[in-house]
């Protein structure tokens, strides 16, 4: 007997979800969603736009390489307070002026330019 449309579309979840894959909702607004668009065609000139989520997913991937090099950058350095090796991500002086995770963690934010 053939298998209904739930029935293929739960086996094709099973499968995706098997192999690591894992879908994301996403909400943006329309100045996003142009902008997202419009860079999908930027990046392929004279050709087929990339698809949105693999233009996003390539964007992870190039963010992920940037702050692994900014952490590998900074991690030569020691907290001013308590001397652990930076990134610190938690430590009891937090607060002082001192102290990396006070406001050294400016250093691996997210800033749009």
Known sequence: MAKSAAERKAAQRARQAESGNRKLELQLDAQEMAMLEQNCAARRPGRAPYEMGEY??????????????????????????????????????????????????????????
Not at 73 to 79: G, L, P, Y
């Open 56 to 113: 996003i997913a390539m964007l992870i991937r190039q963010d992920d390489a940037r702050v692994r090099g900014r952490i590998k950058a900074i991690s030569a350095n020691r907290c001013g307070k308590c001397g652990d090796s930076l990134p610190v991500n938690s430590c009891p002086c937090q607060g002082d002026s001192q102290c990396w995770s006070t406001n050294g963690w400016h250093e691996v934010k997210l800033v749009v330019q």
